[in-house]
């Protein structure tokens, strides 16, 4: 499988690998970006498996990048890890066609329970 | 200033240590503590404030590590801003969604340095927390608006948000 993370942090980043590592995804290919413009020219060219997203980032954000990938009709499967967790913004990001919403802090438990 | 006990960042050691792994053991505020980072977000919607995390550049480069696994002494100044800027969204975002309204938060701002002011209108001290992480001392302030309909425990007034 292939995943790509798209935050703009460096340091969540590394927290979302390690916990793909911790739940079982280590030897899955997992790629990166650091903005959504960025994602979505290379989800574009080769859609991944699975999106997992930040929701806040300059520029594009996640909502947006999920938008445009819905527009695109690139029915990839998409999550979102963000600190936006409360029950008006799950219901939000299941309307804009997300898959889950992981709520940070997370734990490699929450992940490899919503990536099932 | 005196320590307050509201409800309102009580979400802050499982996001803290949650994020890092590194427990938090809660102790009183002092006024005469110092900052040498500043991390903080803005809550914006039904209800505005400000949540500021604070601390010394030991205890930011220490939650650096602990975020990019490596050593304190090892992290680039870089990489502190990114992981306290994070840091201050987690945090900010588990407090957001102990106050009742549709909120949202801006992206995050790290100030670093010696004697830095950092100043907000309009917004008064809710509540600030303080905590011991790694010999350190870490402290999370939230600012309200003089605007909202709802007040936590602000009074009113401009004041320095972070020094």
Redesign the interface.
Known sequence: MRIFVVD?????R??VK?ALREAGYGDHTIEEASNGKDALEAIRNSPPDLVLSDW???GMNGLELLEELRKANIGVRFGFV?????P?MRQRVKDAGADFLI?????SDAIKEAIG | MSQTTGPWLDAVPTAWTGTLNMPLEEVDFSPTLHAELSAFVQVMGDWQGLVVVCGSQALARAATGAMFEMPADAVEPAMVRDAMGEMANVIGGAVKAGIPGTKGLSLPTVVQGDNHDVYVPDMALATVRAFRCNGETLWVKLFEHNSNAQRLGGTGGTQEVAA
């Open positions: 703009d942090s460096m340091a969540m590394m927290l390690r806040h980032m300059p963000t600190t936006e967790g409360t008006e709520a940070k802090p997370f734990t």
